[in-house]
């Protein structure tokens, strides 16, 4: 991996979103005569210098940072991983990024860094993610979870407290919480802002305070469907204990999942804007609609809505066509699912509907078709069947 790249990174200056998101983690391809960045698929790599091997991954097990010179193994690092690494942390104004096999990986190597230190306590702000309410709540890493109201986070702070764990907005609720207030309540222990839902398009946590900003980068940051992956934005120190357990878990990314992640962020801006101009429109006519009792549409934007129905919201799921029932977010395409039956079926029913998680609630992830298409079909799967045949 190229030694040079940190200290690129630091001195290139920063240049507006849509930019650094066509050209980060591309600057040096003219130079080697390249357009389209190249994928190694490499797992290991010849040297013929043992003993200075031997020293770079000493200083890699001491550190955790990137080994100068050529790289060594695929386990420690990727060039064509690290392409997206460095663009995902000029887009979230950080000073590393390190990326994963999943989001659920990247969430596990972050509580693994804070347990490590002795640090196993969490306080968490409701809802995230089903999966990682679960982790959090099963301690299945040695966790323990408090779960409190942003107000209570800094009462809930112990000793041992290794992390505050947020999401904003909020999956599936899109609640939105003032990161910079909650950062400040944190006092001296890191902030993980889940930034899935907005993308470094509609917001940065790392400027209003967090130290560290997650991504499942199989939604929006890949924004096609075909790719898993996850992602920790930070500084570099704690980048180098995120470095040292993905080495140590084997939770790598792949190379070609890692050049897709590439790919996507080069559009990233304009499939944002453009989905969440259409999540707009629908908001605005679904709270309008008297079949709807509720809608979930965050201050800041996005592609991302939550409603609540008068009738059977799996009958709405059953009626959709153009719109594809199906778990996961941010493609493309339109997705609909009913959170508690699936992404936060896990949480306890109790825990889930005090979050918010009503059981009428849909949650839909707007896509880049036309809008009066996406409408059409909506208003027809939320007819009662009866009508919807023309028998009401």
């Known amino acids: 991996m190229d030694s040079a790249r940190t200290a690129t990174v630091s001195r290139t200056p920063l240049r507006a979103l849509a930019t650094e998101a066509v050209h980060a983690g591309r600057d040096d391809l003219a130079r080697q005569g390249l357009h389209a960045p190249p994928i190694d698929l490499s797992t290991t790599y010849p040297s013929y210098d043992s003993r200075g091997e031997a020293a770079r991954i000493d200083a890699f097990a001491a550190t955790g940072a990137e080994p100068d010179g050529p790289p060594v193994y695929g386990r420690l690092g990727n060039p064509t991983v690290a392409r997206f690494e460095t663009a995902l942390a000029r887009l979230e104004r950080t000073e590393a990024a390190v990326a994963f096999a999943s989001g659920m990986a990247a969430l596990t190597a972050v509580l693994l860094v804070r347990a490590s230190l002795g640090l196993r306590h969490v306080v968490a702000v409701r809802p995230l993610y089903g999966c990682s309410d679960h982790l959090l709540t099963a301690g299945l890493l040695g966790t323990e979870v408090t779960w409190t109201d942003p107000a209570g986070v800094a009462d809930a702070l112990r000793p041992d407290t290794g992390l505050v764990v947020v999401e904003s907005p909020a999956n599936p609720t899109l ?218």
């Open 175 to 392: 609640a939105e919480i003032d990161l910079r207030a909650l950062a400040h309540s944190c006092g001296s222990v890191p902030l993980l802002a889940d930034n899935t839902f907005a993308t470094p398009v509609l917001q940065r946590p790392a400027e209003h305070g967090a130290r560290l900003v997650l991504h499942s980068a199989t939604k929006y940051l890949g924004g096609h469907g075909d790719v898993m992956a996850g992602v920790v934005a930070c500084d570099e120190e704690f980048a180098g204990h995120l470095r040292q357990v993905r080495f140590a878990t084997g939770g790598v990314l792949h190379p070609l999942a890692g050049y897709l992640l590439l790919r996507g962020l080069a559009t990233l801006p304009v499939r944002v804007r453009a989905a969440s101009a259409n999540a707009a429109e629908l908001a605005g006519r679904l709270a309008a609609d008297p079949r709807v009792t509720r809608v979930h549409y965050p201050r800041i934007g996005g592609a991302m809505i939550a409603f609540e129905v008068d009738g059977d919201p799996h009958g709405v799921i059953e009626r959709v066509r153009l719109i594809t029932p199906a778990v996961s977010l941010g493609s493309v395409d339109t997705l609909i699912q009913h959170p508690a039956s699936i992404s936060h079926r896990i949480v306890d029913a109790e825990d889930r509907r005090g979050a918010g998680v009503s059981d009428r609630l849909l949650r839909l992830s707007v896509g880049l078709e036309d809008v009066e298409d996406l409408w059409t079909d909506l208003d027809t799967a939320l007819e009662c069947p009866v009508r919807a045949a023309g028998r009401y």
